[in-house]
């Protein structure tokens, strides 16, 4: 089975940029969570979908970052401008929440580093 | 607001050692304790996932137990392998509103020397 699906891997981009951020969730899974992960401040929950529709997005740091999930297949975290302290590790999990509650699957994030 | 703590942050036993890797919660409204597993580089593995009415879990050398009231988990590996080098972060699901989330611990990060 493919697992959760994260694209790029590594992105090193210039301070000021546009970063878009992209997740494949595994196909059937109802719920798609992104979280950021620093060494500081270890892992943060930063919003979440359920049938595609964002429940909480009280994690999003700022009016800098969206996050969208147009269809049950596909989501997209964005940072626009991006700033050096936006620098981690940014993961998507996906999983189907049904009775009590399922394990969620990880993707194997995206390392990303603004200069 | 609900904290999730893991003591020690890093752990180095040798190959072989039984070892308990610990979790404590304070809001003990949880409604499932989750164990990960994080090599370097890659995202989270599911371990263990105990619901709240659950006390404990098992898959093959690993058992996690959970107590609401002490607002601990636990993690207990068996017969530990290098292969089990890795951090280890444990999660609680807790509900606010209709919103549920995970809130995780900082992990401990496991060495087991051959």
């Known amino acids: 089975d493919a697992g959760v699906i994260q694209s790029p891997r590594h992105e090193v981009t210039e301070m000021g940029q546009e970063v878009t951020l992209r997740c494949k969730p595994i196909s059937g899974h109802d719920y798609l969570f992104w979280y950021r992960q620093t060494m500081m401040r270890g892992l943060e929950l930063l919003i979440y979908?359920?049938?595609?529709?964002?429940?909480?997005d009280s994690g999003m740091p700022e009016d800098r970052f969206s996050a969208k999930m147009p269809n049950a297949s596909f989501s997209t975290l964005k940072i626009q401008p991006s700033e050096p302290r936006d620098s981690a590790v940014y993961f998507c999990a996906s999983s189907h929440i049904e009775g009590a509650g399922q394990p969620q699957h990880f993707g194997d994030g995206t390392r990303l580093s603004i200069l | 607001k609900q904290e999730v703590t893991q003591i020690p942050a890093a752990l180095s036993v040798p190959e072989g050692e039984n070892l308990v890797l610990n979790c404590s919660f304070t809001?003990?409204?949880?409604?499932?304790l989750q164990w990960f597993r994080q090599d370097p580089g890659k995202g989270l593995t599911s371990l263990l996932l105990i619901q709240s009415s659950q006390r404990e879990q098992t898959s093959g050398r690993l058992n996690a137990s959970l107590d609401k009231s002490s607002g601990r988990s636990t993690l207990y590996i068996a017969a530990s392998q290098p292969g089990d080098s890795a951090t280890y972060l444990c999660a609680g699901l807790g509900w606010s509103g209709n919103t549920g989330k995970l809130i995780f611990g900082q992990g401990t990060t496991l060495q087991v020397k051959p």
């Open positions: 979908f359920n049938n595609n529709v964002p429940i909480d």
């Open positions: 809001d003990s409204a949880i409604y499932n």
